[in-house]
């Protein structure tokens, strides 16, 4: 019998594929180069990675409010960012074979590939340009965005007038970005197309400090909470050199993807960069009035910038593992329950009529709450490793006996424990474990890092 293993990227670009997770683009022509579709699996999980943030962010907090701006802005956001300037990296072409790369990642003067003579560094601006109207002139120039925190700048004040919020608030953001990036790679670690989920914390000058501290303990629980393993994460702060032009202070939420240590999350204290450049580019003034002490000033913005394909990523790396269950070598996801695409898989032991008769009507009962998928193919040996292999927290066998109890079998992935229950208390059933109590317990309130730890 194989031998359980660890996770590697190979597994996991296999797993998506073959399982619907995630499809390289138009693969019917060759595919096109660091762009990913997600496919019927890889949507819901994606979808409930972006759910879990936006209720954590916005449904359970009174002071973040929610944002979808246009992907398309003025050109002259681009010129207040910055980005029109400074968002490039240094590119170098090689003379022999003419493949480019990123100077500032190479280890010699050389072309990693042939060897050969590389130019002089010159920089490319990563912003995708295209033209809005029918003429494709300088002047009808727009931009992909690059990041999606720029539409929230601009709406600063919609916001404020329409909320009515008091300092400190924030408003979050899931959107799409575009980066023309020179080297890509890893999967879907660095695309040319992928989704941020964003948050601007407005705060009183002077409570920066204390507000960014707070934002990574907060963004770093939110993984941990989601089952990453602790000893996954890391804390990295940004060293001078490294530190964007916006930025006073920056730490990456760093994740250990099987290629290593990489940033899943930025965390950057970007001071009154944003609204002191809008405020000179648009002429409009973009100050907060303080009721209480009669003053007027620009707030200070805590950042905490994350990757929604990256999260997806790392939330697939760290839930695979590989064991041996019910004497077999089987794969499994042990996703979060609430992440999981599939949370409850139906499993009629036989296709006679009478019993499957009754699993459809749990069926048709359990999916107007949840993701359910219906099996009834192949062995129950061979139903139970798919939906181990996608995750699917719980698997639910209905056998002859059920025709005369009215009760089915639950089976947990995890734990691999069965439980019998009444047809009647599966949904109750269901949804208590479903929240997660019997999956993953956390200790009540605090912190759950100790002082130091992976930072
Ligand atoms: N508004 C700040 C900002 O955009 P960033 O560190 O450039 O900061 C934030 O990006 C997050 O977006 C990163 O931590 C990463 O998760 C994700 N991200 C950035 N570039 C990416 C790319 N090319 N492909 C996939 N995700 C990317």
């Known amino acids: 019998m194989a031998e359980p293993g660890k996770v590697s990227m190979e597994k996991i670009v296999s797993l998506s594929q073959r399982r619907g997770f995630i499809f390289p683009s138009s693969e019917i022509y060759g595919g096109l180069q660091s762009c990913w579709d997600y496919g019927p699996l890889g949507v819901e999980l994606k979808r409930n990675v972006k759910d879990a943030w936006w209720r954590s962010v916005v449904q359970e907090r009174d002071d973040i409010a929610g944002l979808d701006a246009s992907i398309l802005m003025h050109p ?25 790369w990123r100077s500032d ?19 490319f601006n990563l912003m995708f340009k295209t033209f ?45 970005a575009f980066r023309n990036e020179i080297t890509t790679g890893n999967f879907i670690f660095r695309s040319r197309e992928f989704e941020q989920m964003e948050i601007e914390y407005f705060v009183k000058p002077g409570t920066d ?67 002191v450049q809008h405020t000179k580019y648009s002429g409009k003034s973009l100050e907060y009035f303080d009721e209480e002490t009669k003053e007027h000033f620009l707030p200070y913005i805590i950042e905490p910038s994350a990757g929604v394909d990256r999260s997806v990523l790392a939330f697939l790396c760290d839930a695979y593992d590989e064991d041996i269950a019910e004497g077999e070598l089987r794969v499994v996801l042990r996703l979060h329950p609430d992440l999981a695409p599939v949370k409850v898989a139906v499993l009629p032991l036989s296709r006679r009529e009478k019993l499957a008769e009754l699993a459809k009507e749990i069926y048709a009962d359990l999916r107007q709450c949840w993701v359910v998928q219906y099996d009834d193919a192949q062995s129950i040996g061979r139903r139970y490793r798919r939906q181990d292999e996608i995750g699917t927290p719980f698997g639910i066998t209905i056998d ?7 009760q089915v079998t639950i089976r947990e992935r995890d734990s691999l424990d069965q439980i019998r229950v009444p047809i009647s208390e599966l949904r109750t059933t269901l949804a208590a474990k479903l929240s997660g109590e019997s999956l993953f317990v956390l200790p009540p309130g605090g912190s759950i890092w100790k002082q130091g730890e992976n930072s």
């Not at 990642?105 to 920089?123: A, F, Q, V």
């Not at 601009?154 to 899931?174: C, D, E, M, S, Y």
């Open 76 to 100: 002259q956001t681009w010129a207040a960012s910055g980005h029109l300037e400074g968002f490039a990296d240094p590119l170098v072409e090689c003379k022999s074979c003419h493949l480019r």
């Open 105 to 123: 990642e190479l280890k010699d003067r050389n072309c990693p590939e042939c060897g050969g003579e590389l130019t002089e560094p010159r920089l």
């Open 400 to 406: 002859f006996q059920s025709l005369e109890d009215k």
């Open 209 to 275: 400090e204390e507000w960014f501290n707070y934002w990574l303990e907060e963004r770093r629980n939110w993984y941990a909470n989601l089952g990453i393993k602790k000893e996954n994460l890391r804390l990295r702060e940004h060293s001078q050199e490294e530190l964007a032009h916006y930025a006073r202070v920056c730490y990456d939420i760093d994740y250990q993807f099987p290629i290593g240590w990489a940033e899943l999350e930025g965390i950057a204290n970007r001071g009154d960069f944003d609204l």
């Open 132 to 176: 809005m109207g029918p003429l494709e002139e300088e002047a009808n120039v727009v931009y992909l965005r690059p990041e999606t925190a720029q539409g929230i700048f601009v709406n600063f004040q919609n916001v404020l007038n329409t909320t009515r919020k008091r300092l400190p608030f924030g408003i979050a953001q899931i959107g799409k």
